[in-house]
């Protein structure tokens, strides 16, 4: 079971950039999948999931400006995050659960990880 997050970038204040993470080793009708976040000096926290049916959680903080989707021909989920904000600078990294879940926020559910991918947004 492998995850490769991309996509990551620098981007100025109000842009936008779609993170990917492509899964290797298992199909996305097997595993949920989760995009959490980790900046400077702060704890890493969930961002959003996709459960097996296609349901999505998002944190609050990225709740309308932040979108998990898949294409399950390609492998893939993606994260879109628009109406960048600074505080949303951070390593992006995708993981892989059973399910989304009420839990779906805490890293210690997921069993697989993937590298992380750096977002700067600039002010």
């Known amino acids: 079971v492998q995850l490769q997050a991309s996509g990551g970038g620098l981007v100025q204040a109000g842009g936008s950039l779609r993170l990917s993470c492509a899964a290797s080793g298992f199909t996305l009708d097997t595993y949920a999948i989760g995009w959490f976040r980790q900046a400077p000096g702060k704890e890493r926290e969930g961002v959003s999931c996709i459960s097996l049916s296609g349901r999505t959680y998002h944190a609050d903080s990225v709740k309308g400006r932040f979108t998990i989707f898949r294409d399950i021909a390609k492998n893939t989920v993606y994260l879109q995050m628009n109406s960048l904000k600074p505080e949303d600078t951070a390593v992006y990294y995708c993981?892989?659960?059973?399910?989304?879940?009420?839990?779906?926020?805490?890293?210690?559910?997921?069993?697989?990880w993937g590298q992380g991918t750096l977002v700067t947004v600039s002010s």
């Open positions: 993981a892989a659960n059973a399910i989304c879940g009420s839990t779906w926020y805490h890293q210690g559910v997921y069993d697989y």
